[in-house]
């Protein structure tokens, strides 16, 4: 990785110096410190729900679905104004504020008996009061700036520490490919640390200390964020890349009747600002009809610098290949999210399947939690993340010649077969749970049925599978929108993968929704029933690994048809000393 290295740019441009590595500490630290003060927190929001505020099951359940919805989604909003108006370091120093903010209040409802309801025993759940329509405002305050604050920080923080290296220089390209390595290294420490140390606290000491603690925790993240601005690389925004993927398609379907040139490359409209911070991009053969766009006829006029005067009925070559990384984006993003839905089995009913598993440990008496067993999922990332970025990396990069040893996209599909091959294997711990469940239990459960004696340990390679497939497909996820998005629209790419998160879980829902109303009255039987032993879930498994299997064939056939974001197989480079000489001339 560099450590200082300073861009080469033109007398007009001021001269940009990448600190690299003596940026990260800062950079990681923020962001280590951001999830460990509000992962904990929301992966409990439930229970604190139901406890603290009184509130139903279905009551407190609907709240966390919109609150964790609404936090994804305002990653699209967040991006959008961070590319457009505010650049990334404003908008991450305004976001960690306001997620210190959204803590502090939360922690307050928590340590301050007026701003929740009396305290209910268990025996008195029918008649506890529930919150008053003020102590509701806090509480929705609080989470509003959760929000404004995730939807700031998620979609802006990768993209501003990948900023922090020089993408023209080899040892820059090295440091943003183990930077997304280490990222999500640290960004899994902190979900263990969240769900195991600080959910510990909020259950068994008091929900008061409990919310402190992170709270203290994003004021550290906040600070070390701060700390480090006077070495940050802070990228000037260019003005809404929204608006201009926009005009290129309503100057495409104005020109719709026009006929292409038979060499593009060097006839289109092709002016580039000298302040633009997006790269040259050559010409690509894909989503032809959009070149339309950029033919130049002769009601067509241009400004002093050669700029369109009208620039909803022409745009430049430029701006028309960026629309097409876009374009050729979305099929990647769409099999990607649909991923998604093996993950999100294995944070869902591996619960209700560890439940009715033998969770002792050992010989001893003490229980794990059902929800405990997740951290098997980040414990076999966080091992294999390092493994995999000083030596298999290493040792494939002297084999494909290929600097990060094989591209993102053979990274994502390999993480998709681990998927399937997860899938399978749940399948078969659930068939050997539930038989073992129905003639050897060791107990019964009030509200599920029987307790199997297979050991809840069994779940554990399913779940660190899981983890492993995460490091390729999440952390490729995570590369391949940073690259090969637009250098203005790069927050937003980033927004993707949380909406792709999203869709996800929305998938799932919808998938668990059909299964449940079409086999209910099946002569086979419920396959998702409150009661794990009267169902099959182990048939739902080898349903979502057939769906995985139609993803993976999706997948391939998208990665060979794509075209990376300035390769030299299948595009055009364009001659800028012919383009100038052509650019006064209209085509028609």
């Known amino acids: 990785m560099e450590k200082n290295e300073k861009a080469v740019t033109t007398d007009d441009e001021p001269q940009i110096n990448y600190r690299g590595v003596k940026a990260m500490p800062f950079v990681i630290g923020n962001e280590t410190f951001e999830k460990l003060g509000t992962l904990g927190t929301s992966s409990n929001l439930l229970v604190y729900l139901t406890t ?5 099951s279905i009551t407190a359940t609907t709240l966390v679905n919109i609150f964790n919805g609404t936090t994804n989604v305002a990653t699209l909003l967040g991006a959008f104004l961070c590319d457009t108006y505010f650049g990334r370091y404003q908008t991450l120093g305004f976001a960690s504020v306001a997620s210190f903010m959204g803590m502090l209040l939360l922690s307050l409802t928590a340590a301050i008996a007026k701003l929740h309801p009396p305290h209910c025993e268990a025996n008195e759940r029918g008649t506890c009061p529930g919150p008053t329509p003020w102590q ?21 923080n990768l993209a501003f520490g990948a900023d922090q290296f020089n993408p023209n220089t080899e ?24 769900i195991t140390f600080i959910v510990y606290v909020q259950s068994n000491v008091s929900w ?9 925790l994003m004021l550290l993240s906040c600070v070390l964020f701060f700390i480090g601005s006077r070495i940050y690389v802070k990228l000037k925004p260019e003005g809404s890349p929204l608006k201009s993927i926009v005009q290129v398609i309503v100057a495409a379907v104005k020109k719709r009747q026009l006929k292409l040139p038979e060499q593009p490359w060097l006839s289109l409209f092709n002016n580039i600002p000298t302040s633009s911070i997006n790269s040259k991009l050559p010409y690509t053969d894909q989503f032809r009809f959009l070149d339309k766009a950029a033919i130049r006829t002769p009601e067509d006029q241009l400004n002093s610098d050669g700029s369109a005067a009208n620039p909803w009925r022409l745009c430049s070559m430029q701006q028309v290949e960026q629309v097409k990384c876009l374009m050729r984006v979305i ?20 619960v209700f399947q560890a439940l009715q ?12 939690p059902a929800a405990s067993y997740i951290v098997f999922t980040m414990l076999g990332l966080t091992i294999w993340i390092p493994i995999y970025d000083r030596i298999i990396v290493p040792t494939l990069r002297r084999f494909t010649g290929k600097e990060d040893g094989i591209t993102v996209l053979q990274k994502m599909g390999s993480g998709i077969v681990v ?3 997860t899938m399978l294997i749940s399948a078969l711990v659930e068939e050997r749970r539930r038989t073992l469940a129905l003639t050897n239990p060791i107990g019964i459960d009030p509200r599920r049925g029987a307790i199997s004696s297979l050991s809840g340990i069994w779940l554990v390679p399913q779940l660190t599978l899981v983890g492993l497939s995460e490091a390729f497909t999440v952390i490729g996820e ?16 980033g927004s993707f993968l949380f909406v792709g998160f999203a869709g996800a879980s929305y998938l799932s829902s919808f998938l668990v929704s059909v299964v449940h109303r079409t086999t209910s009255g099946a002569a086979t039987g419920e396959w998702l029933p409150e009661d794990l032993n009267k169902g099959r879930l182990d048939y739902f498994y080898y349903m979502v690994a057939g769906l995985e299997v139609i993803n993976l064939g999706y997948f391939i056939m998208c990665a060979k048809w794509y075209k990376y974001k300035g390769s030299d197989t299948g595009v055009h480079e364009v001659d800028m000393g012919k383009m100038q000489s052509e650019k006064d001339k209209p085509l028609v």
Not at 52 to 56: E, I, L, W
Not at 136 to 156: E, N, Q, T
Not at 208 to 216: E, K, M, Q, V
């Open 136 to 156: 509701m405002a806090f509480l929705l305050s609080s989470l509003g700036l959760l929000v404004v604050g995730a939807g700031g920080i998620r979609p802006c």
């Open 478 to 493: 995570v590369e391949f929108y940073y690259k090969q998005f637009p250098e203005n629209m790069r927050s937003i790419g």
């Open 331 to 350: 099929p990647i993003w769409v099999a990607a999210s649909i991923y998604c839905v093996a993950t999100v089995q294995q944070q869902t009913y591996v």
């Open 52 to 56: 603290v505020f009184n509130m139903k």
């Open 208 to 216: 008061a200390w409990g919310l402190a603690i992170p709270t203290f």
């Open 171 to 194: 040892s820059g390209k090295r440091g943003i490919s183990s930077f997304f390595n280490w990222y999500y290294f640290t960004f899994t420490f902190a979900m263990m640390v969240s």
């Open 419 to 421: 998927a399937i091959v």
């Open 357 to 368: 598993s033998d969770r002792r440990l050992g010989n001893t008496n003490f229980t794990i």
